[in-house]
C-alpha cells in the first residue's frame, strides 16, 4: 500500500474531524441557527452514508472475504462483521450517560438564553469530561473514514464530506454546554475543536491494525464493520437529529438527495 495513500487517508479524516470546529464557531457568531438547512445536510449525510454502505462498502469487503474463505464462509463473516460493527458503535453509545450525548439538537440563539445557561451549569460542570464523551462518539467514525480511503480515495472522500457535515451540528451541541459550565468562550471552541481530533485518532488506530496484521480477510473484516458502524451512524443519530432540527419532509428530501449523489458519483467514476 502506498504511503501517499495513507497520507491522503489520514488528511481525510482530519478534515472530517476538525469541522466539529466549524460547527462550534457557527454557534459563537451565528445570530439563529438555519434549522432547515441543517435538517436538509443532515439527511443528506445520511443519505450518502446509507447508500454507499448497502451498494458498495458491503459489496467490496463480502469480496475480500469470499476470496480468501470461500462463497458461504465469506458471506457469513461479511454480515457478522456488519452487525459487529452496530453492535460496537451502540454499545459505544451506550456507555455515554444520556445527559452528556453530544447527539442532542441545539441551537446558536441558545447561547442568549439565561434559562439554559442554569440548565447547563448544572449538568455541565466539567466540560472537559464532556468533550472527552464526544471524543468517544468520534473514534469510530475516524475508523470508518480512514478504512474506507485507504480501500478506494474517492469513496473515502465521500464519507469523510458526509461525517464532516454530521461534526458541523454536534460542534454546536459541545460548544453551548461547555460554554455555559466554564463561562469561557475559547475553552469551549478549544474543547469543541479538540474532540474532533479523536477521529484521526481513530485513524491511527485502524492504521495500527491494517499494517500490523493486514491481509484480505482483516481488511474485509474492517470494511464490513465501517459499514455497520455508518448505517447505525446514520439511523441514531442523523436521521433523529435532522428530524428535530425541521420538518421530517426535510429530512427525507435530504436523504434521496444524498443517495442519488452518491449513485451518480459512484456510476460516473466507474
Known amino acids: 500500500m502506498k504511503f501517499e495513500t495513507v497520507l491522503i487517508a489520514f488528511g481525510l479524516t482530519l478534515f472530517a474531524g476538525l469541522a466539529t470546529g466549524v460547527g462550534s464557531a457557527l454557534a459563537f457568531f451565528a445570530k439563529r441557527t438555519n434549522t432547515k438547512m441543517l435538517s436538509v445536510a443532515l439527511g443528506f449525510s445520511a443519505g450518502v452514508m446509507i447508500y454507499v454502505s448497502f451498494v458498495e462498502i458491503f459489496f467490496k469487503a463480502k469480496d475480500c472475504l469470499v476470496t480468501e474463505l470461500g462463497a458461504v464462509g465469506g458471506y457469513w463473516v461479511t454480515v457478522l462483521a456488519f452487525f459487529g460493527g452496530m453492535l460496537f458503535i451502540g454499545i459505544i453509545d451506550k456507555l455515554v450517560p444520556s445527559f452528556e450525548n453530544p447527539h442532542e439538537a441545539h441551537r446558536a440563539e441558545e ?3 439565561p434559562e439554559q445557561a442554569a440548565q447547563f451549569k448544572k449538568l455541565y460542570r466539567m466540560g472537559l469530561f464532556t468533550a472527552i464523551a464526544i471524543a ?14 485507504l480501500k478506494d480515495v474517492k469513496l473515502g472522500m465521500a464519507i469523510a464530506v458526509a ?3 454530521h461534526n458541523i451540528p454536534e460542534g454546536v451541541a459541545v460548544s453551548i ?5 466554564t463561562g469561557n468562550r475559547k475553552k469551549a471552541f478549544l474543547y469543541s475543536f479538540l474532540s474532533g481530533l479523536a477521529e484521526p485518532v481513530g485513524a491511527l488506530v485502524g492504521y495500527a491494525i491494517v ?3 493486514y ?21 441514531d443519530e ?3 437529529t435532522a428530524r428535530e432540527y425541521g420538518e421530517h419532509h426535510l429530512a427525507a428530501y435530504g436523504l434521496v438527495a444524498g443517495m442519488m449523489m452518491m449513485a451518480l458519483s459512484l456510476l460516473l467514476l466507474q
Not at 468517544?136 to 480511503?149: K, Q, R
Not at 454546554?177 to 459550565?181: E, K, L, M, Q, S
Not at 491481509?215 to 439511523?235: C, K, Q, T, Y
Open 136 to 149: 468517544i462518539h468520534n473514534f469510530p467514525e475516524g475508523l470508518a473514514t480512514f478504512v474506507s480511503a
Open 163 to 165: 461525517i464532516a457535515i
Open 211 to 213: 499494517f500490523s496484521f
Open 177 to 181: 454546554p461547555i460554554y455555559y459550565a
Open 111 to 113: 447561547m442568549d438564553m
Open 215 to 235: 491481509s484480505e480477510m482483516v481488511f474485509g473484516i474492517l470494511f464490513a464493520s465501517v459499514a455497520g458502524i455508518m448505517v447505525f451512524i446514520s439511523l
Open 238 to 240: 442523523l436521521l433523529p
